[in-house]
């Protein structure tokens, strides 16, 4: 209520002000992917042009029949590095929602010795780069035989520590009463989890999908992957694109490839999250 009365004491300028600030900041942050997408539709006469033109002039889908050509002669199918994209992203995605989820539970819900020195670690996990642990995720991947395989990535995906301390934050403002009457109505740990704290938890775990699916769609494998049957769609096109200038309007498709489904994921939810957030304040 507090929020509507502000809404109705807001004069028409301000709320005039506002909107139109909004609206450029909008439009602003839109125009890097504006952009991209008319540069995969522009000949290659219009992307070496300078000044550089924002907007295509002469719209074609060349650049898109030399990427479908070019990835035809690879020995390994496109379809290949599509499925170990898939593969990675979804396992690396989802495992770490659920792993996070239920190492918080037990933080987040009971006391017990340790809790809080483990809790402690996680934050310190967070204050280093993924460049400084490198080195140690290689040797421990290469300790597990996990090297040139796709475990090299998912597993440590998993491990994620901003899920974890996301998710423990989130599940602390689930009132207590509201378990302890689950369990006076004889429900288990395990329905406990799935049916009550998951679903009031959902504006957390959709955040975590919308940080760590980009992550994982963008990997091209790095230092844990070799085989070429087992690279994933972003090598394979950083490939393509490595060609030099010539391969300039194919780097342009594959830029926008990329870049369309976490777009289209975020898209879907993103009005999932700001709908749970609006409406998870919960008191006991």
Do not use: C
Not at 136 to 164: E, K, Q, R, T
């Amino acid at each position: 209520m507090r929020i509507f009365k502000k809404r109705l004491n807001r004069s028409m300028p301000v709320t005039i002000l506002l909107f139109l600030f909004l609206a450029l900041v909008g439009v602003f942050m839109a125009l890097p992917l504006v952009y991209a997408v008319n540069n995969a539709f522009k000949p290659l006469d219009e992307l070496f042009i300078f000044p550089p033109r924002f907007f295509v002039r002469n719209p074609t889908l060349d650049n898109f029949y030399d990427l479908a050509s070019v990835m035809s002669d690879s020995w390994v199918p496109m379809s290949r590095y599509f499925f170990n994209t898939i593969l990675i992203t979804v396992f690396g995605t989802g495992g770490h929602i659920i792993l996070a989820s239920m190492a918080a539970y037990p933080l987040a819900k009971y006391k017990f010795p340790g809790s809080k020195g483990i809790f402690q670690i996680v934050v310190l996990a967070l204050m280093f780069s993924p460049h400084v642990t490198a080195i140690p995720n290689f040797m421990v991947m290469s300790g597990l035989g996990w090297i040139d395989s796709h475990l090299s990535i998912i597993i440590p995906a998993m491990a994620f520590p901003l899920g974890l301390f996301l998710m423990k934050q989130f599940m602390e403002q689930i009132p207590d009463p509201m378990l302890e009457a689950a369990k006076i109505d004889g429900a288990s740990e395990f329905r406990i989890f799935w049916q009550i704290v998951m679903p009031n938890v959902k504006p957390a775990w959709l955040t975590l999908l919308i940080l760590q699916f980009p992550i994982l769609w963008g990997t091209d494998g790095g230092t844990f992957v070799y085989s070429e049957e087992l690279k994933t769609l972003n090598y394979a096109l950083q490939q393509i694109t490595n060609a030099g200038i010539a391969r300039a309007g194919v780097g342009a498709a594959v830029a926008l490839i990329l870049m369309t489904v976490p777009i289209g994921m975020f898209i879907l939810s993103q009005s999932n999250v700001i709908e749970t957030m609006s409406s998870s304040g919960m008191k006991d």
